[in-house]
């Protein structure tokens, strides 16, 4: 029975001392290769989360101050309205391809939705007769009133919003060019809903150029980040949420 015992003991043995015997054998990965590997699943998880879930976007303008400056840098969901998901409403900021040229990108706020009767008087904004709801970083900066057989900036309409089609202001009011000017976005050009501000870097017109060669350039603007890096960014922005 002992004799036994130590047979089964020896074979067990053996098999654990082949086994090592393979795993040592395993060809071992090269450092590079790791890396490599990691950095091809990086890339291709960011790739398909720039396809289709969020999309990185640089404010262009000062048409949406003072909820959004130009410079900021802001991630965009593009599932918000996508995939059955909500339509969407009123105060909404969104990111949508500009109807009279979809090659652009504009950001503005919902103000009307599909269906609802918009009006501005004397710079106030009304939807179904009563007045909308003003948001935090909505502003106007010029005290004039201009007529509307002059411009729509100050009074507009009444107009009711097509079906399937959303009217929407910039929060700068009196310096920004919407749907007062060039009608109602459709919802086939809504790309997604403004989530946050990631970056923000205030825009200087001293800052170099870009033009080819760009060799020149490039050491240029590197020397011009470096210098201008803690002055120029807007600490507090960063992380804002919209």
């Keep these: 029975m002992d004799q036994d015992f130590l047979i089964q003991d020896h074979v067990k043995n053996e098999r654990q001392l082949e086994a090592r015997k393979f795993l040592n054998r395993r060809e071992k990965k090269p450092v590079w290769r790791e890396y490599l590997e990691v950095a091809i699943v990086a890339i291709a998880a960011a790739l398909i989360l720039r396809i289709f879930v969020v999309s990185a976007y640089r404010v262009n303008s000062g048409s949406m101050a003072d909820s959004l400056y130009e410079g900021d ?12 998901g909500a339509a969407p409403q009123s105060g909404d900021i969104i990111v949508f391809k500009y109807p009279n040229n979809p090659d652009k990108d504009y950001i503005k706020r919902v103000v009307a939705m599909p269906g609802q009767t918009v009006q501005v008087a004397d710079k106030i904004v009304y939807v179904d007769g009563q007045i909308a709801p003003v948001p935090e970083g909505a502003k106007n900066t010029d005290q004039k009133i201009l007529p509307g057989d002059l411009s729509t900036r100050d009074n507009f309409g009444p107009f009711k919003v ?9 929060d700068n009011r009196d310096d920004s060019r919407d749907s007062r000017f060039w009608g109602t976005v459709p919802r086939t050009n809504v790309l997604g809903k403004a989530l946050f501000v990631y970056w923000s870097w205030a825009p200087d017109k001293g800052a170099p150029g870009w033009s080819f060669p760009y060799v020149i350039d490039l050491v240029q603007w590197i020397g011009y980040g470096l210098f201008n890096f803690p002055s120029h960014v807007r600490w507090d922005r960063i992380g804002l949420t919209i």
């Design 162 to 170: 097509p079906e399937g089609e959303y009217f929407v202001l910039g």
């Design 73 to 84: 840098y802001i991630f965009v969901n593009k599932l918000a309205y996508k995939y059955g």
